[in-house]
């Protein structure tokens, strides 16, 4: 399986910040969050590991190289001509690189400690979503978990991690372009093919400085 890390966007609440450095490039105990990742994925059997950049992006394969440091391959789908196309258009674009099959994504800019599977099986499923408990940051929550399926509307929703296992299926026709990922989710939960599954565990969306200093802080 491969993996892709969503590394383009511009990270306006975490200005001044990110006027000169892209978020997942910020530290965690002086590690790059990005590289928390790009560990965490090499040491579970991941090999090849797609990273879409924009935003100040040439500074990312600068930090980064190509991934021989970590004994995986990083291969870059570069969105800086366009701008960032937000979560599903990054995804759309680097379709090419990520095969056939299924593949995982997750958002460069949390910290967590899920065990990624390099495994997972998605059989009929178009996605399968990881829940967490609601933060303080997003109190009404996103979807709904119930017995492993996830849907748009209930109660008791959970907030969506920025970690998920996807079917190209999910994207097939749609154009690369700026597009956010919710919708087509949405879609996929009416016709019941988006699975689910809740992480309990230590989770943080890195979305301010206070936020930043808070894991930093905590960790």
């Given amino acids: 399986m491969k993996a892709m890390i969503l590394a383009a966007g511009r990270g306006e609440r975490m200005r001044p910040l990110t006027d000169h450095i892209p978020k997942p490039l910020l530290e965690i105990h002086g590690k790059a969050l990005i590289v928390w990742h790009i560990e965490k994925l090499a040491s579970l059997g991941f090999s090849e590991i797609i990273i ?131 919708p087509i989710l949405r879609e996929a939960m009416i016709q019941k093919r988006v699975g689910g599954s809740i992480h309990k565990s230590r989770w943080y969306d890195i979305g301010t400085p206070q936020r930043l200093n808070s894991i930093n802080n905590e960790v």
């Fill in 52 to 182: 879409n950049i924009a935003h100040l992006g040439f500074k990312i394969p600068m930090a980064l190289g190509d991934g021989s440091k970590w004994g995986v391959k990083l291969i870059y789908s570069n969105e800086q001509k366009e701008g960032a196309l937000e979560s599903a258009g990054g995804i759309i674009k680097a379709l090419p690189l990520l095969g056939e099959g299924t593949f995982l994504v997750v958002n460069g800019d949390i910290w967590c400690d899920y065990e990624f599977d390099f495994n997972f099986d998605l059989e009929d499923d178009l996605a399968h979503l990881i829940l967490v408990p609601n933060p303080k940051h997003n109190p009404d929550g996103d979807f709904v978990l119930k017995n492993r399926r996830v849907f748009n509307e209930g109660e008791e929703r959970l907030t969506f991690s920025g970690i998920g296992y996807y079917s190209p299926e999910l994207f097939k026709g749609l154009k690369s372009e700026k597009k956010a990922l919710a």
